[in-house]
């Protein structure tokens, strides 16, 4: 767990020293006791040893202890699921 939010990631690395979870981008969407956190991450395919197609994740963290925690995420799974959620937003808030 991180204590700053600069300090968050995503990124996992296996016991071995591997890294599984290769986090691309990252952008804090909210600061404070409770952030929002969009990143653009792959995984690795153990079976072919390569990184899979970008993701993206956005998840929330809340402040306790002096620790940020995870308390939700939502993955999004593919460029078209992503299209579609930039689409929807879009058009939802077009008229501001």
Known sequence: MAENIDDITIRYEDENGNLIVKELKKEVLTRGSWTTIMFLYQELDR????????????????????QFRPQSKFNISNKKQAEKIAQVLTSWFSGD
């Open 47 to 66: 079976k072919t040893g390569e990184f899979g197609p970008e993701k993206a994740t956005i998840r929330r963290y809340r402040k306790q202890g002096g």
